[in-house]
C-alpha cells in the first residue's frame, strides 16, 4: 500500500479520526513524524526544525477551523547536542506563540536519525471537514504557494539562511477561525495544491475546475524555477506549503478576505465531477510522506 490507502485503511475502523485531525468531544488531535532524510535538508537549522515539525500538525488544527491550544514533540536524535536541543525547543515555542498556542514539552529518544514526532491539541465546536463542497461554490486558498519548493532549492544553492526563513511558515490558525464559519469545506495544502483539490473532490463527491493564472504563485518561486513550467510544478504539485485551501458560497468571500489576515484567493469553481485546470485534467500528485 502507499500511503493514502494506509491512511484510509486506518480511518476506515476509526470514525473519530476525522479529516486533518480527529475530532472528540470538541478537541482537535492531530499527530505527525518528520525525518532528517526526507524533511529536513542539508542546512535546515535546528530553530527552524523545531519550527516547522510543530507548525506541520498546528497547520491541521487550522484545517479543522479550530483555536490552537498546546502542542508536545518527540525528539530523536544520534546525539542530545545542547545547542541544538536549546535551538529545537526555541523554534518550537515560537511557532506555538505565533498562534497562541503553548508548547509544554514531549519526550527524548536516541535514534540513528534526526527524527521529530509532534503532536497538537486545538478546541472547536464547529470543526470544518473535506466533506461538503457543492457546485456552484468557489474554492479558495490562502497566502501564495511554492515557498517550500523553492526553499528546497535555496537549500540545494548554499543559501541556507534564505531557505531557513522561507521552511519557517505560519500555520494559518487565525485564517481557518476567519474562513470556517463560512466555508463548506477545508484542508491544508500539505501533500500540494493539485493533490489537495483531488482529496476534497473525492470527499465531497465534486469535481474543480481553477484557472492557471490565477493562482497565487509565491514571487521567490520566479526567482529560482527554470520556466514557467517549474514555477507551475513549484508551485501546485511539490507541497509542504501548509497553506488552507476551502470552498465557500461566493457571496461569503469578501466576507472571509475582510476577517482573514492574509490574502485569500479564488482559483476556480466547485463542478460536477474532474479536477482541471483550464480545462484539461489536472493529475492527481503532489508530496509524498517518507520519500527523500
Same mark, same amino acid.
Given at each position: 500500500m502507499d500511503e493514502r490507502e494506509a491512511l484510509?485503511?486506518?480511518? /476506515?475502523? *476509526?470514525?473519530?479520526?476525522?479529516?486533518?485531525? /480527529?475530532?472528540?468531544?470538541? *478537541?482537535?488531535?492531530?499527530?505527525d513524524m518528520l525525518?532528517?532524510?526526507?524533511?529536513?535538508?542539508?542546512?535546515?537549522?535546528?530553530?527552524?526544525?523545531?519550527?516547522?515539525?510543530?507548525?506541520a500538525s498546528l497547520s491541521d488544527v487550522a484545517a479543522m477551523g479550530a483555536e490552537a491550544v498546546a502542542a508536545v514533540a518527540i525528539y530523536g536524535?544520534?546525539? =542530545?547536542?545542547?545547542?541544538? *536541543?536549546?535551538? &529545537? !525547543?526555541?523554534?518550537?515555542? #515560537?511557532?506555538?506563540?505565533?498562534?497562541?498556542a503553548e508548547y509544554v514539552g514531549g519526550d527524548l529518544d536516541d535514534h540513528q536519525e534526526f527524527t521529530v514526532a509532534t503532536t497538537a491539541v486545538g478546541e472547536?465546536?464547529?470543526?470544518?471537514?473535506?466533506?461538503?463542497?457543492?457546485?456552484?461554490?468557489?474554492?479558495?486558498?490562502?497566502?501564495?504557494?511554492?515557498?517550500?519548493?523553492?526553499?528546497?532549492? !535555496? =537549500?540545494?544553492a548554499g543559501e541556507a539562511e534564505r531557505a531557513n526563513d522561507l521552511f519557517r511558515f505560519e500555520p494559518r490558525v487565525e485564517a481557518g477561525l476567519a474562513v470556517a464559519p463560512h466555508a463548506t #469545506?477545508?484542508?491544508?495544502?500539505?501533500?500540494? !495544491?493539485?493533490?489537495?483539490?483531488?482529496?476534497?473532490?473525492?470527499?465531497?463527491d465534486c469535481g474543480f475546475a481553477v484557472g492557471r493564472d490565477a493562482l497565487p504563485i509565491a514571487d521567490v518561486v520566479g526567482e529560482v524555477a527554470d520556466d514557467a513550467e517549474d514555477a507551475l510544478e513549484m508551485g501546485v504539485f =511539490?507541497?509542504?506549503? =501548509?497553506?488552507?485551501? &476551502?470552498?465557500?458560497?461566493?457571496?461569503?468571500?469578501?466576507?472571509?478576505?475582510e476577517t482573514a489576515p492574509v490574502p485569500v484567493t479564488v482559483v476556480g469553481e466547485v463542478?460536477?465531477?474532474?479536477?482541471?485546470?483550464?480545462?484539461?485534467? *489536472?493529475?492527481?500528485?503532489?508530496?509524498t510522506h517518507g520519500e527523500s
Open positions: 484510509a485503511r486506518i480511518a /476506515a475502523g *476509526l470514525p473519530a479520526a476525522g479529516d486533518d485531525a /480527529a475530532v472528540v468531544d470538541g *478537541l482537535v488531535l492531530t499527530t525525518h532528517e532524510r526526507a524533511d529536513f535538508p542539508a542546512g535546515t537549522s535546528r530553530y527552524t526544525a523545531g519550527w516547522r515539525a510543530v507548525g536524535a544520534p546525539t =542530545f547536542d545542547p545547542d541544538e *536541543l536549546d535551538a &529545537f !525547543l526555541k523554534g518550537a515555542r #515560537s511557532v506555538c506563540r505565533a498562534v497562541g472547536t465546536d464547529e470543526p470544518v471537514y473535506r466533506k461538503g463542497a457543492s457546485p456552484g461554490e468557489v474554492v479558495c486558498v490562502t497566502g501564495s504557494l511554492g515557498r517550500s519548493a523553492a526553499a528546497i532549492r !535555496l =537549500f540545494e #469545506s477545508m484542508m491544508d495544502s500539505s501533500d500540494g !495544491l493539485a493533490r489537495s483539490l483531488h482529496q476534497l473532490a473525492e470527499a465531497s =511539490f507541497g509542504e506549503d =501548509f497553506e488552507l485551501v &476551502f470552498t465557500v458560497g461566493e457571496d461569503d468571500v469578501e466576507d472571509v478576505r463542478t460536477d465531477s474532474g479536477v482541471e485546470m483550464d480545462g484539461e485534467p *489536472l493529475a492527481d500528485r503532489g508530496y
